[in-house]
């Protein structure tokens, strides 16, 4: 009974081995193939690293302000008989706006011209009279100055009619209308704003160091988020005299022509001036730097021969990058000219991974990029 208890025993030992010989020869074998497979290589698009020149600027963030701009107020209080302006017209300088109740000031200047017509009346009558002697130098200034004191009172009241009839001051563009016929208007409350829009300025501040290198005339190019890829070409018109005590930097003013009206007032723009001198960049596009928390870099393509075939390789740099134009910017260090670098496909990539190049898909960077949908 015992032998065949240990027979038992040493068949299930045997056969409790061979299955584990064969397990460790089946795990060995996946291990060599896992260590011999290779991932298909990625595709990617590519462009090359490309020195250029670029004109040197000045970077800056500014305001666009109008030539002339208002809020249309009345100097005096009166109720609104005539709105003669739709929101958002244009205007001349002259033209009316807004004409608050005359009625009794023009009833007050009837009775001014009656008293100033008898006063004339008066002088004249006085003036004969004294060529004959008949009344005294005294009598006739106090006719002359009666005179001189109604006409003035006519002439008051004719301002303060003139002050209630509300004409644009220059031409430029209607905001929207902020009071209703009929209503009591008080002195200063705003009627309507009233903006140029032609030629328009934009003001932005440069640091200390910057002042040697800026002077009037030079171009400035501006960019706004209203209008997507639509330059704006100005030049600088004014540099204050003075600096910001507490910042160190000065005030410039561009002035725009405008003539298609799309710069509006209060709206924010990215400047940038333009210097004489020409500065040599090393250019790739945007989209080939990879942006991390230690710094941005790049996958550079290069050849590597293996078994008598020819594989890419892309294998990460780390650059520091500059200026931007469009869908470039500028690499300052890290790379070299002619270096092909991943344009498209970047986030899918590894240090060392296998590629392959197709850029038959990719849309072509450019420095003044005009998206079809903006």
């Not at 260590?35 to 305001?63: D, K, M, R, Y």
């Not at 899918?348 to 903006?374: C, I």
């Amino acid at each position: 009974m015992k032998r065949k208890l240990l027979a038992g025993i040493l068949a299930a030992i045997a056969v409790a081995g061979g299955l584990a010989a064969v397990k460790t020869l089946q795990i060995k074998t996946l291990i060599g193939a896992a260590a011999l497979f290779a991932p298909p290589p990625e595709t990617i698009a590519t462009a090359t690293a490309n020195a250029e020149q670029w004109p040197e600027t000045i970077p800056a963030v500014g305001s666009v302000s109008a030539a002339q701009g208002v809020t249309v107020a009345p100097e005096i209080a009166g109720s609104a008989t005539e709105i003669a302006f739709e929101s958002g017209a244009t205007v001349k300088p002259g033209d009316l706006l807004v004409r608050l109740d005359t009625a009794s000031e023009e009833a007050q200047l009837r009775a001014a011209e009656a008293q100033a017509e008898l006063a004339r009346l008066n002088a004249d009558r006085n003036r004969k009279l004294r060529e004959d002697k008949t009344v005294s130098q005294a009598e006739l200034d106090v006719t002359e100055a009666t005179l001189k004191q109604a006409q003035a009172n006519a002439d008051a009241i004719r301002a303060v009619i003139a002050k209630k009839t509300i004409r644009a001051p220059f031409a430029g563009r209607l905001g929207i209308r902020l009071v209703n016929l009929g209503e009591q208007i008080t002195a200063g409350q705003g009627i309507v704003s009233l903006q140029s829009l032609s030629p328009m300025f934009v003001d932005f501040s440069l640091p200390q160091q910057e002042l040697a290198r800026v002077q009037t005339g030079l171009t400035v190019r501006v960019l706004s988020d209203s209008y997507a890829g639509k330059t704006f070409t100005g030049a600088i018109a004014a540099i204050n005299p003075d600096f910001d005590t507490v910042t160190r930097s000065v005030r410039v003013r561009a002035k725009f022509k405008n003539a298609d009206a799309l710069l509006r007032a209060g709206m924010f723009v990215r400047a940038e001036i333009i210097l004489p001198a020409q500065q040599p960049v090393l250019v790739i596009p945007a989209t080939a730097v990879l942006s991390a928390p230690y710094g941005d870099s790049v996958f550079v393509v290069t050849p590597t021969v293996t078994a008598g075939a020819t594989n890419l390789i892309a294998k990460q740099k780390f650059i520091r990058t500059g200026r931007t134009r469009g869908d470039f910017v500028t690499v300052e260090t890290g790379l070299n000219a002619g270096d092909r670098v991943v344009a498209a496909g970047v986030f899918k990539l590894r240090n060392g991974m296998s590629v392959q190049e197709n850029n038959t898909l990719t849309p072509k960077a450019s420095q003044n990029p005009t998206p079809p949908n903006s």
